[in-house]
């Protein structure tokens, strides 16, 4: 089984601060990584996603994130934020089982990122 | 436009009252999900369907049921025996048996959800 967990639950920042959101997760196999970004009472929205390779990955909105396997962590960062940047952060992970994932995403608790002006 | 819907947005029911949430895709996707989000502990499978006329529980299952007769649609009634309803429930899907290795994706494509109120 996999667990994610999300150290943060509110992370307040000014705007055109840099910002760190920290994923660690739990697996006893591989895992592909995920950063969903909700708005209220919207659905989840990918940001990005490591699969393999490099582990720096880039994504939308100008958010990157780094893929530390010694460290089970999967940090979110974005050096400038926007008021429009406000919303919840979501981590997940899917485990790898052969070479087919079943897709089912675990989730962690989320973190509340509000972008002060 | 491709997506997935997911109706109504708000929905109150009478306790005791058994209710059905919608969720409909157009994205050919195999794979279905429901979730069940609650303040401060991000999303939890309720069911998923990876196949027409298949689908297995998922961590929260007690207290909900599903059906699966179309690959674009994925219904969830939420029951009189679930003991706390009241959440934002939210729909997903996937293309089915993507493997990476032949280019394919991992992620879920999610609605915009249904915030369902028993009182």
């Known amino acids: 089984a996999q667990s994610v967990t999300q150290l943060d639950s509110q992370v307040p920042v000014f705007e055109e601060a840099p910002v760190e959101l920290r994923c660690n997760y739990s697996?006893?196999?591989?895992?592909?990584l995920f950063w969903y970004v909700q708005y209220p009472n919207q659905g989840l929205q990918l940001l990005l996603k490591?699969?393999?390779?490099?582990?720096l990955v880039k994504g939308i909105n100008g958010f990157e994130a780094e893929f530390n396997k010694s460290q089970t962590s999967f940090h979110l960062r974005k050096p400038s934020v926007h008021i429009s940047d406000t919303a919840e952060y979501l981590c997940?992970?899917?485990?790898?089982?052969?070479?087919?994932?079943?897709?089912?995403?675990?989730f962690g608790q989320g973190t509340i990122l509000t972008v002060h002006p | 436009d491709g997506g997935i819907t997911q109706s109504p947005k708000y929905l109150f029911r009478k306790e005791g009252q058994n209710v059905t949430l919608s969720c409909e895709q157009n994205?050919?996707?195999?794979?279905m999900y429901w979730y069940r989000q609650d303040p401060g502990q991000g999303l939890r499978l309720i069911y998923y369907?990876?196949?027409?006329?298949?689908?297995q529980k998922g961590d929260i299952a007690e207290g909900y049921s599903v059906s699966r007769e179309k690959k674009e649609s994925f219904p969830l009634t939420v029951t009189s025996a679930q003991k706390n309803p009241t959440a934002f429930y939210l729909c997903?899907?996937?293309?089915?048996?993507?493997?990476?290795?032949?280019?394919?994706?991992?992620?879920?494509?999610f609605g915009p959800g249904t915030r369902l109120t028993v009182t």
């Open positions: 997940a992970v899917s485990a790898l089982r052969g070479g087919t994932s079943y897709g089912k995403l675990t």
């Open positions: 697996s006893s196999v591989s895992v592909y």
């Open positions: 997903a899907s996937r293309p089915k048996g993507t493997d990476f290795l032949a280019g394919g994706t991992y992620e879920q494509y």
């Open positions: 369907s990876q196949i027409v006329n298949d689908f």
């Open positions: 490591y699969l393999s390779g490099s582990t």
């Open positions: 994205l050919n996707h195999d794979a």
